[in-house]
Each structure stands twice: as structure tokens, then as C-alpha cells.
């Protein structure tokens, strides 16, 4: 054992002379892959000394180095006279950034706050940034992802990993990310100085969205709040430079346009025109507010040097009521109290309804400044002063009772004064009207007493109509009597008609019998006094007469000798008295109502003569 322990030492002594010679003798450095070689400086041979406020030689002075050892093998640094450190390489992560603070350079001016960027393959050539005018202190360019080799003696490289050491936050050195439908307002801290009467540095090109921090500062960039704004995405910022604070976009519901009112911008020049006397536009861009309207959807806008006011392009109604619309321009509205030509007070509710149209909408921003302005400002003084000196020209029971001419008064007046502003007044409508209460005891009571009047003139109406109704019914009855009387007239006329045309026909009959009859008679009467005429040419005629009479007698009955003989004379003659005679008669009459088969029989027949003698022939009956 004792055997092996000698040539281990042998051999280990022999390693240590084979290292340990060429770095004195040779003045070997090796420098590993991941490693940066910080060379210091013992002395100086000829006497040179850093100047005073130098912390990095540039000319072999004693101290820090300003060039430091690549990986591999460097000679000529013998240890008693170079010193080496040997220092990881600088790692920015991905999605991180490095800041760098410079213990060496050129002092920074006073206006300014950060050292200028200046040629030095990022901070990994010290020389170069000392020689081109680099600015010791924080630096306004930064590292992003990657490897670096850094002098640490020159530069000291904050990342997350050592934020904390040196008192920052390790958020604030992340890449820095704007969220969708956010907008990013920045505030540079470094640059001129914002000009007089501004509030915020004006749109600048060419600085890659605040990420060329020296380019800003080339171009007069100055510090403070900015008018450009950062969008969606991701950024290389360096937090020593600019602060962002991410606000949702501007977003303009349907219905509405916005109108820009811009504190910054080109200079003002107004567009408006000369007939235009209540304010001023301009373009887009410029200070002031633009003649153009945002329309519907979303804007990323600066609302910090930017005001959008919205404007409704729909109908608004505004209510001098206790009711407030969801917009709430009407919350500070009242009803409004008139007085009466009467003097009476009472309050009157209104509604207002408006309309601004979409390229009037700036006009009326520019003329008012906003919409509750245009209600407080314009509308509530219209309205209410017109309808208080209205309404001392009417009577209460004027508005109650003629309220729809008041409306159409109110309607066209305000309609006129509103259109002076560019405000279009759609319609004026009069809600309700709440009188004192006595007058509208009284007024109910009046009411009452007309309704019951219509209702007894209604109720006089129906008992008439009753009456018309019944009459009518009547007329109605009587009306188809009337019917039936002229259909029974008509039928008797008709009756007659065919009445007289029978009794026509039988009269014509009649009188054609008659005539026929006249006819057989007068020819039997022909025939009579022929057969008379031969009789009596036979017979003579006096016997002719005498036969014809006796068979007349013997045909028809006729009592040649009366029952009754009645003379004038007394008893003589045989004849009786005439009471003798009147007796007889009754006694005959009663006989002849009593006969059985209803045959009379003849009565006799008296002849007499004045004194009492029957001397006169018998009278012959009509044939």
C-alpha cells in the first residue's frame, strides 16, 4: 500500500507542474463555453492611472478591463499581473427582458433621465459603448430573449431572477401584453419636456410603438402622457421608459354615434363655416370637436386626452314627470307648476320627444357641450317657459278640456325653438293635468250633474223611442189592416167589376129574353087577335066577347055573385048592412088563413051601384 502511495503523489505533482507551469510561465487563461473571462488589471508597467470618475480602462490602465476573455485559451495574463474572473453569460428568458445599468460612461444630460443607446452589440462590446458615447446609469435600450456576454464590471443586467435584489418587480420586466379590445395610454418618462399649454406629447412615426426608446427621444419625443396608443398584442417596453395603463376601447352601442372631443392634436382650424355662430369643428385629428362622428362599434381612443360624448341617434323622450327613461337625461325634470289665467296653480306633466341626427350630432356637442347639458341647458327652459306663459292665457278648465289644442300649440312652438339648436322636436304630448282640489270637486260635481242630465235626456230619448216604437208597432198593425182593407176594397172592386160583368151578361140575357120573350108575346098576341079577330068576324063581337068572358070565369074560379052584397039602400033589395058587411069580411079573412093547402080563395065580387042595384058589368082581371 505504502508502495502505491508514492507514485500517486509523484503523478499528482507531476499534473499540478504540467497546470500550474504554463499559467505562470506561459500566462495561460482558459475561459469555459458559458463563461465570460472579466480581466482586472494589477498595474501598469509604463505608470498609466485611470483618470478620475473612470471605473473601465481603455488603455491598459490599471483596474477593470474594458475588453473581457471569449471561451478558450488566452496567454500572456500572468497571474501576478492580470487578475481573471470568470462570470456566467447573461440569459434573457423568452417573454422576459433584461435591463442594464452602466457603471461607466459619459454623464447623462440633464434633461434627460436615461443613457442613450449607442452601438454596442447590445451591451456585449464595453469598448465600443464607452468610445461611441454610452451614458453611465440606467440605460434606455434593453436586452431581449437570448444569451449575452456582459462585462459585469461594466454593466449590471436586472432580470427576473434578480429583480428583487435590486428592488424592482419582476412583473414589470416581462414582455408587456395588451389584452383584446383593451387599448394601452402611455406615459413615457424620459424626452423634452411637454410644450406650453399641452397636455400630452403629440403622435410621433418611426419609434416601433415605444419600443425604440432612442428613436422616440431622436424624434422630440417628450415625456409624459402621449397621445398614440399601444393596441393588442405583445411589446418589448422598457418599464424605466414608459408606464402603460391598458382601459377598455371605446365602444359605440347601436343607436348612438360618438362625437370626438380631442384636448390634443394638430392645431385647431375650424371647419364649421360662417353660418355655423355657436361653436366650431374640425378634422379629424385636430384639437377640438371633430366634424366627424364615431359610428357604431369599437375605438381604440386615448380617454385621457380624448372625450367621447354620446349622442343618441334614436328618438329620445324626456318626461317633466316622476317616471325617469332608462337614459336618465330626464332624472333631474319635474313636473312643471303653471299658473292659470284664473289663478289658480297646478302641475302639468309633459312629455318631450327629440331627435338629433348623426351628422348633427357634433353641431349640437360643439353648441351645448353635452347631451344632459342640452336637456338642463335648453330643453327644461323651453318647455317649462313656454307652458308657464301659456298657461296664463287659459282658463284650468281650458287645458283640461281643450288639452289636445294646447298640445298641437305646444308642439309647433317648441318644435321651432328646438330646431335653432339642430335638435329635431318630434312631438310635444301634454300627460297629466292635476288641478286644485276644490275645482275639481266642483268640476266633478259638474260633471256628475252633466252625465246625470245626458242620462235623463238618454233615458227621454229611449221613453220617445218607446213611444215611436209603439206608434210605430200600431202603424205596423194598423198598416196591415190598412192591407187587408185595400186588398178586401181591391177584391170587392174586383168582385163588382165581375158583379156588373154578371149582371151585364144577365142583363144582356135578360134583355135578349125579354126581347125573345116580347117576341113569343107579341107573336101569342098576334095570334090572340087573329083567332079574335076570326072569332069576332065569326061570332061577332059582342058573342065572341061574351064567350071569351065566361071562359075566363071558368079558368080562374072567379065568383060571379059576391058572398057580401053590400047596398046603399038599407034591407031592401035583399041586400045587408055595411056592419053586416065588415063582419064578413074578418070571418072571410080568417077563413082563408085557416085553409089547408094555403090557396086563397078568391074574394067575392060586389057589384053594386049607388042605390044598392048590381046593374054594372063585371070588371075583367088584367091577363
Not at 398584442?233 to 418599464?239: I, K, R
Not at 168582385?495 to 129574353?513: D, V, Y
Not at 074560379?557 to 053586416?580: D, F, K
Request: net charge negative.
Amino acid at each position: 500500500m505504502e508502495d502505491l502511495i508514492i507514485p500517486i503523489l509523484v503523478i499528482a505533482a507531476i499534473g499540478v507542474l504540467l497546470f500550474v507551469l504554463p499559467s505562470v510561465t506561459l500566462g495561460l487563461v482558459v475561459i469555459g463555453e458559458r463563461q465570460v473571462g472579466v480581466v482586472i488589471k494589477r498595474f501598469s508597467r509604463d505608470g498609466k492611472k485611470l483618470p478620475p470618475g473612470q471605473l473601465v480602462a481603455l488603455s491598459g490602465e490599471p483596474g477593470y478591463q474594458a475588453d473581457t476573455l471569449a471561451p478558450g485559451w488566452h496567454f500572456g495574463y500572468w497571474s501576478w499581473m492580470y487578475s481573471i474572473q470568470r462570470v456566467p453569460v447573461t440569459v434573457i428568458q423568452q417573454g422576459e427582458i433584461g435591463l442594464v445599468v452602466a457603471a461607466d460612461g459619459s454623464s447623462v444630460p440633464p434633461e434627460r433621465i436615461l443613457g442613450k443607446t449607442v452601438d454596442c452589440d447590445n451591451f456585449q462590446d464595453a469598448r465600443k459603448f464607452l468610445t461611441n458615447g454610452g451614458e453611465k446609469g440606467r440605460q434606455l435600450a434593453i436586452l431581449t430573449a437570448g444569451v449575452y456576454r456582459i462585462n459585469t464590471a461594466l454593466f449590471t443586467v436586472i432580470m427576473r431572477s434578480n429583480a428583487e435584489m435590486h428592488d424592482m418587480d419582476s412583473e414589470s420586466l416581462l414582455v408587456y401584453s395588451i389584452q383584446p379590445d383593451m387599448v394601452g395610454i402611455v406615459t413615457t418618462l424620459d424626452g423634452a419636456p411637454i410644450s406650453e399649454g399641452e397636455i400630452a406629447g403629440l403622435y410621433l412615426p418611426g419609434h416601433d410603438n415605444f419600443q425604440n426608446a432612442q428613436a422616440f427621444i431622436n424624434a422630440g419625443g417628450q415625456r409624459g402622457l402621449q397621445e398614440q396608443v399601444l393596441l393588442s398584442g405583445s411589446w418589448n417596453l422598457n418599464p424605466w421608459f414608459v408606464r402603460v395603463e391598458q382601459v377598455p376601447m371605446t365602444e359605440i352601442p347601436i343607436g348612438h354615434v360618438g362625437v370626438v372631443i380631442s384636448y390634443i392634436g394638430k392645431a385647431h382650424i375650424d371647419i364649421s363655416g360662417t353660418e355655423f355662430k355657436h361653436g366650431d369643428l374640425v378634422n379629424v385629428g385636430h384639437k377640438g370637436v371633430w366634424a366627424t362622428p364615431l359610428y357604431p362599434g369599437k375605438h381604440p381612443l386615448n380617454i385621457r386626452v380624448m372625450k367621447t360624448e354620446l349622442v343618441p341617434t334614436t328618438n329620445i323622450v324626456l318626461n317633466w314627470a316622476a317616471r325617469v327613461e332608462q337614459h336618465a337625461y330626464d332624472a333631474r325634470l319635474s313636473s312643471i307648476n303653471v299658473r292659470s289665467r284664473d289663478g289658480f296653480a297646478f302641475d302639468l306633466e309633459v312629455s318631450q320627444i327629440i331627435h338629433v341626427g348623426a351628422l348633427d350630432a357634433p353641431k349640437v356637442i360643439s353648441r351645448v357641450g353635452a347631451m344632459q347639458n342640452l336637456v338642463d341647458h335648453v330643453l327644461q327652459p323651453i318647455v317649462g317657459n313656454y307652458f308657464r306663459n301659456s298657461a296664463q292665457a287659459y282658463t284650468v278648465l281650458d287645458f283640461l278640456t281643450a288639452r289636445s289644442e294646447r298640445q298641437i300649440e305646444a308642439a309647433q312652438h317648441i318644435q321651432k325653438a328646438l330646431r335653432t339648436y339642430d335638435v329635431e322636436a318630434i312631438d310635444t304630448l301634454i300627460g297629466e293635468i292635476r288641478p286644485p282640489d276644490a275645482l275639481m270637486h266642483t268640476l266633478t260635481e259638474r260633471k256628475i250633474a252633466e252625465e246625470q242630465q245626458k242620462t235623463y235626456q238618454m233615458q227621454e230619448e229611449a221613453q220617445k223611442q218607446r213611444q215611436q216604437l209603439v206608434r210605430q208597432t200600431e202603424l205596423a198593425d194598423i198598416q196591415q189592416q190598412v192591407v187587408k182593407a185595400e186588398q178586401g176594397v181591391s177584391i170587392a172592386e174586383l168582385q163588382a167589376q165581375a158583379k156588373i160583368k154578371e149582371a151585364s151578361g144577365q142583363a144582356e140575357s135578360t134583355r135578349l129574353n125579354a126581347i125573345g120573350e116580347a117576341e113569343g108575346i107579341r107573336a101569342i098576341g098576334e095570334a090572340q087577335a087573329s083567332a079574335y079577330r076570326a072569332g069576332a068576324e065569326a061570332m061577332g063581337a059582342q058573342g065572341y066577347t061574351a064567350v071569351q068572358l065566361m071562359q075566363i070565369v071558368g079558368e080562374r074560379g072567379v065568383q060571379i055573385i059576391p058572398e057580401i052584397l053590400v047596398n046603399g039602400g038599407g034591407a031592401q033589395g035583399g041586400g045587408g048592412s055595411l056592419v053586416e058587411a065588415l063582419l064578413g069580411i074578418i070571418l072571410a079573412n080568417q077563413t082563408q088563413a085557416k085553409a089547408p093547402n094555403g090557396v086563397t080563395p078568391p074574394a067575392p065580387i060586389t057589384i053594386t051601384n049607388g042605390n044598392g042595384s048590381g046593374d054594372q058589368p063585371p070588371t075583367l082581371p088584367e091577363a
